[in-house]
């Protein structure tokens, strides 16, 4: 079956980092996916890895790896309006053909 | 990013009347699209796949005859929810995805209330 776990909710500090993690266990893998969604918006788009390692983009980074069925989100020098749901993603093949398959979200909040 | 545009945002509407929804990828391509539906504090759950040209692939559980999908270019699709009941409000959200980058981005919403 498909099964895309991480946390519920998670809170830190403005200036801090923050790791939120993501394990997944679905029939074959094209990549994984993190999006950002800010309450009553739609998703956008933060990071995709497809191979094992860690992918920097700004204040952003997520690594994978792939033999653990394991990714994490990392946000540095948080800021107020990161306080959003966080979403992992995996393609998996569902069905009979690829898909995007979202986890829960997780919903973050940054105090001052 | 790749830009996707979903029209209306909100739509209030009476009981047993149909809606429709466009989403248009206007930076891009999109032979596949995909139609998504979220319920508050809840994740996205994919809906139906929609393919240029072809008839669109539904995910379990949801009914074709009620969500009306067509992809009549590469570059638009609609949703269209016949009979709606109040079952039926939702956030609908329409994604397409780059053949190049293979990454879906997502348009801004539809709010769905039915009365």
């Known amino acids: 079956g498909q099964n895309i776990d991480q946390p519920t909710e998670m809170t830190a500090t403005e200036g801090a980092i923050v790791q939120i993690n993501c394990t997944y266990q679905?029939?074959?893998?094209?990549?994984l996916f993190w999006y950002q969604q800010h309450a009553g918006e739609a998703p956008t788009f933060l990071s995709y890895n497809v191979l094992d390692g860690l992918e920097e983009k700004g204040r952003f980074s997520s690594f994978l790896s792939r033999s653990k069925g394991y990714s994490y989100l990392l946000l540095k020098e948080l800021q107020m309006k990161d306080s959003a749901s966080y979403l992992c993603a995996v393609r998996g093949f569902s069905g009979g053909y690829n898909k995007l398959i979202f986890g829960a979200g997780t919903r973050l909040a940054v105090h001052p | 990013g790749a830009v996707v545009s979903q029209h209306p945002s909100w739509v209030i509407c009476k009981s047993g009347t149909s809606v429709k929804i466009e989403c248009r990828s206007l930076?891009?391509?999109?032979?596949?699209m995909f139609w998504y539906r979220q319920f508050p504090k809840q994740s996205l759950m994919l809906m139906a796949t929609s393919n240029e040209g072809s008839k669109a692939t539904y995910e379990q559980g949801v009914e074709k005859d009620k969500f009306l999908i067509n992809h009549a270019s590469l570059t638009l699709s609609t949703l269209t929810v016949t009979s709606a009941h109040p079952e039926d409000s939702s956030f609908y959200i329409c994604s397409a995805r780059t053949q190049a980058k293979n990454i879906q981005y997502f348009g801004a919403g539809t709010r769905l209330s039915v009365l």
């Open positions: 679905t029939s074959g893998f094209n990549g």
């Open positions: 930076d891009f391509q999109a032979t596949t």
